[in-house]
């Protein structure tokens, strides 16, 4: 690099004050329960749909107690939309643990913090570092990819043994460690907002970036090369048939997830492997009054998601397996698949 990594802090320091994201509801606080709730849900999820979520799950567990304290069925409802229910499963337990083993504390430290369920070692680093503005590097999606280019890092970033690599130089460009305490939280923030706003993964706005003079991806007239990512993962699909029984007054009849496997823990419609299972599993008078619908896709990260919903107009009286009627205003609050809710809403 032509300059010292003290600088590269500096700039990225000078850089968030006037260009970052600075009035996010999750900011300006040193809260890390605020900080670590924005965290979990800004993973695989926009800024714009976090906000409203965030404040909506703040007036309802304001603290981690009154989050440890919640039933997991109230959580995974607050969750309901932000898909990825894992995260919310994770959240619930994580602050029980705090509760339990920390009392009531979260711990100031990367390498503890990182001890907690639902908590990677970025996640840990950017509390760390926001909260209590300990010397960590973050290394999420979007720093690595600043790190990269900027380090002109060209191993392939798939390959465990280069993100250990990533994570040293990412450490290496830290501020100096007589001006963390100062300039950790901004320096973190500054990273974030780089690769959110300036050096994205296609066209990256290099004229407008504050380390555009370090950068060995810019001086190759190629930025986008970086990160060298060889290993993809394969996409793969799947189809599964929803039985969507609604009664004369619009209630609908759900059933509640396993504890494992796709939707784990939350409410459905029934779901089946095929369109004669779910025939198969219908009273023989009701066989005939199933309404198969288009079916839809639902994208996963690693998979497409075939759905296909069989409706029928059915009789409160009757019961489709496990599960219960449930009417239109409490389906709302609760923890649904995000194309089930979708569909509902329809
Ligand atoms: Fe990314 Fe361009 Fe900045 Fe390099 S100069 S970090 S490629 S935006």
């Avoid at 849900?41 to 603290?63: A, G, H």
């Avoid at 039985?243 to 939350?266: D, E, F, Q, Y």
Wanted: proline share 6%; aromatic share 8%; net charge positive.
């Amino acid at each position: 690099m032509a300059t010292e990594k003290s600088d590269f802090a500096t700039r990225v320091v000078r850089w968030q004050a006037q260009h970052g994201r600075n009035n996010l509801p999750w900011q300006n606080t040193r809260d890390p329960y605020r900080v670590w709730l924005s965290e979990i849900m800004l993973q695989q999820t926009q800024v714009v749909t976090v906000k409203s979520y965030f404040k909506r799950f703040l007036e309802r567990c304001p603290d981690v107690a009154s989050l440890a304290a919640a039933s997991q069925d109230e959580v995974l409802g607050l969750w309901s939309g932000l898909g990825y229910y894992s995260r919310a499963r994770n959240l619930h337990r994580c602050a029980q643990q705090v509760m339990e083993c920390h009392g009531g504390v979260f711990p100031r430290d990367a390498a503890t913090l990182a001890t907690l369920p639902g908590i990677g070692p970025s996640t840990a680093a950017a509390i760390a570092s926001l909260c209590f503005s300990e010397r960590v590097a973050i290394l999420d999606a979007n720093v690595k990819r600043v790190v990269a280019r900027v380090c002109g890092f060209d191993g392939d970033v798939s390959v465990a043994a280069n993100t250990r690599v990533l994570w040293e130089l990412a450490t290496a460009l830290l501020p100096a460690r007589d001006r963390a305490l100062k300039e950790m939280a901004r320096y973190t923030q500054g990273m974030m907002d780089l690769g959110a706003m300036v050096c994205t993964p296609k066209d990256p706005k290099c004229s407008q970036c504050p380390v555009q003079q370090d950068c060995v991806a810019c001086k190759s007239a190629d930025p986008q090369r970086f990160p060298v990512r060889s290993r993809r993962v394969k996409r793969s699909s799947a189809s599964v048939w929803l039985l969507w029984a609604k009664s004369p007054c619009g209630a609908v009849w759900l059933t509640k997830r396993p504890a494992s496997g796709i939707w784990a823990g939350l409410h459905c419609l029934p779901v089946f492997d095929s369109e004669a299972d779910l025939r198969q599993s219908l009273p023989p008078d009701l066989v005939d009054r199933v309404q198969c619908e288009a079916a839809f896709v639902h994208v996963l990260t690693h998979k497409d998601l075939h759905l296909h919903p069989c409706r029928i107009e059915a009789s409160s009286e009757l019961q489709f397996g496990l599960g219960r009627w449930v009417a239109a205003e409490d389906w709302i609050g609760l923890g649904l698949p995000a194309p089930v809710r979708k569909l509902l809403e329809r």
